[in-house]
């Protein structure tokens, strides 16, 4: 399964030298999940069953900085298995395609009382297709 | 080289679930370098300089979740060669023990031209002492 | 002189209640401003110039939370002297359009000697137009 | 009723010019509400009334900035009725003493179901006192 999901660097989260800080890039790669999510109705059925998304890994690659207003493309692959999402999100930098970050990691499901929950059969079965 | 970085969670800090977001754990790891080159008097040497860190690499591993107030500490361990300094940072709950979070990874200094500059011999040699 | 801005609300910027933290607003407000000046070529004017914006006052009414992929719709009015440019921000949701909260304030630009520099006349002039 | 918080300007809570970033003083100020409501046992009322603080005005006056690791000393003074509580923090420089920002707003409490709770009689009475 993959994705894609567009972002746009924001002044705030330059640091002082003007470059996208390391840390938003994780924030951009949540947000991307959540987007990826809510597009094909699975953050509904996250909620329903009263589960939340524990990230147990991230492992970042920077390979050129982000600058004020430039447009992220964040190109995703999802692999699933019935206990952990593996995710590998890579971005590029979508006016000059330069690839500038991956992150690769998993997350699990968790629930209210935060033990480790299946992954529901509809994520799960909507991860096997290949739509792309 | 070890040095040891204590920090609080704060509210807005935590995600929905009440726990400390993924991304904030690098947040930490940042604060805990600036610190510790400011502490040993090695941030003046970088600005000195005119360099800045360039972060390279972030491998994080989450274990245990964190939660508003709690008090983390966070040791690390570093190892400089001339072009690279190598760090590992490991995130305990101060007040449980628990180990919560390792994040190693890598960073080098870049020039104000872009371009990568060798490791200040000042701190080079800093680290290559065994304080602790 | 009036622009719109559109964001959508990101899961990293919920408090641990869900709802859109009330220190995100100003972060949106400052993205407002950035996108307003580059969309109407006046962003590289201050780069050539050297200035950078401080704000002086920013003025904040919480009327209705935001929640998770929200779509944010900001109506901002701008009123520019000489030395003040004052603004005027009201939120939107774009779904209910519900009137969310206002932030009213002023910032000026200053330069690399951080000294108080006067408005360039190509933003003054500008500002003057009536467009909308 | 009065209180004091120490905060220190983290590298990462910088813009682009090397100054603290303007939504970051809220941040500050919410951090300086929650240590000062956990300091006095009061944090626990609220969360044993199913409580949640929802900020309704922030008045921001900037007047000097901050730069990496300047130590931040925020006054806070608290005047509570039934229904409001009012706060003005004032932010000074620590070391060198001046008077930085101040920020003045209000804020209510609101039960689980998003309805205006009456301010606790334990917090209530607590805040009559005049313990400085």
Redesign the interface.
């Known amino acids: 399964m993959k994705s894609t999901y567009h972002i746009t660097v ?3 989260e ?5 470059h996208l ?4 890039y ?2 951009y790669a ?2 991307a999940k ?2 990826f999510l ?1 597009d094909n109705k699975l953050l509904e059925i996250v909620n329903q069953y009263g589960l ?1 998304p ?9 390979m050129h900085e982000f600058k ?2 430039d447009k992220v493309r964040i190109e995703t692959e999802w692999i699933c298995t019935h206990k952990i999402l593996h995710f590998k999100h890579i971005f590029f930098n979508d006016k000059t395609e330069v690839k500038s970050c991956t992150i690769s ?1 998993k997350l699990m499901f968790a629930d209210s009382n935060r033990m480790v929950s299946d992954i529901p059969d509809e994520i799960y079965n909507f991860m096997q297709e290949d739509l792309n």
Do not use: C, K, P, T
Request: hydrophobic share 40%.
């Open positions: 924001r002044g705030y330059l640091d002082s030298f003007g800080n390391n840390a938003v994780l924030n949540e947000q959540w987007e809510n939340f524990v990230i147990l890994e991230n492992n970042i690659r920077y004020l207003l990691g």
